[in-house]
């Protein structure tokens, strides 16, 4: 540092030898970042280029001063600025959001009628004395977020379709599934899409009747069919039967209409707090989501 002829104590630099430079800029005065005559430079500053971001007004300020502490001090002055404390107070308009799939809100339909599946891990298992890796198969239902996991041996199409079918044996056939562009989805979908080509062009074999089949007792229903038929609240006197089982999964799919379905509008709604005191109250009410939750899973 050096004191000009002027007084002013100056900060001597090794840009001496860079033309076309100003004086201010290879000598800026150096100022105290507590002192008022700062604070003044700093606000003028902040306000000529319209509040702007921080490193521009520093840059800015530093051809012609150097003032200690100049972004901490900078900070200040925009935190106790009333224009930005405006601004920042000001909500945010939100974005444009696109409308949902038409499978997320399909009501009334079986779960995993719309799925979604994805891998994770891996995950390291011993068998004897090796280790070997093994994957999950994250199986997602698009209306019910309802989740199912299969273990797969590997990231190959075979394994992908090895889970897939243990998981249509457990939950039923989906109508629509949706995945990433992985190349073991990819690869499963084109070997089940040829052997869909093979048994439609050797005629596909029906199942005349409605004889009851395993999957009636497995899943409750034969395959992803809609439901049997509508009843009322009538049905719910009485012996339990298979009309009792689907008027409670009709009250379960009500209930998603009314409660569930809002929370979608917004993007990031959340489900409303119960207080404390008013839990005890409701004991009923969660007593009919988890049943409707279980029979839901065999409604036809």
């Known amino acids: 540092m ?28 150096v100022l105290s970042g507590d002192s008022s005559i700062a604070k003044l430079i700093m606000k003028h500053y902040h306000e000529r280029f319209n509040h702007g971001n921080h490193n521009t007004v520093m840059n800015e300020i530093r051809q012609k001063y150097y003032i200690t502490s100049l972004r901490s001090k900078l900070r200040k002055i925009a935190h106790e600025c009333q224009w930005c404390r405006i ?40 068998i004897g004395r090796r280790h070997e890796k ?3 198969a994250l199986f997602t239902c698009l209306t019910t977020c309802a989740v199912h996991i299969e273990l797969a041996e590997s990231l190959s199409s075979d394994s992908m379709i090895l889970a897939l079918r243990r998981f249509i044996a457990r939950r039923g056939t989906p109508r629509v ?42 899943i409750g229903r034969s395959c992803g069919a809609a439901a049997a038929g ?9 012996p339990a039967n298979w009309r009792t089982c689907q008027r409670l999964a009709d009250h379960f ?5 009314r409660e569930y379905l809002p929370t979608l509008v917004p993007a990031g709604a959340r489900r409303p707090y119960m207080p404390r005191a008013g839990r005890g109250r409701h ?12 029979v839901a899973s065999r409604q036809n």
């Open 2 to 29: 050096e004191i000009d002829e002027n007084g002013v104590l100056r900060l001597k630099g090794r840009i001496k030898a860079a033309k076309d430079v100003s004086f201010t800029l290879n000598r800026p005065a």
């Open 87 to 126: 601004n920042r107070s000001l909500p945010k308009m939100p974005s444009a959001e696109g409308d949902l799939p038409p499978e997320r809100l399909r009501h009334h339909q079986p779960p995993f009628t719309c799925t979604g599946v994805d891998y994770f891990g891996p995950m390291s298992v011993t």
């Open 134 to 136: 093994r994957y999950g």
């Open 177 to 218: 599934m949706y995945s990433d562009n992985g190349t073991n989805f990819v690869g499963a979908n084109k070997e089940l899409m040829n052997i869909q080509e093979t048994v439609d062009g050797g005629g596909r074999r029906t199942c005349r009747g409605r004889e009851p089949t395993p999957n009636h007792f497995l």
């Open 230 to 238: 509508h009843f009322d609240d009538n049905v719910l006197l009485g």
């Open 253 to 257: 799919w009500q209930r998603w209409l």
């Open 283 to 294: 004991r009923a009410d969660r007593r009919l989501i988890i049943t409707s939750i279980l």
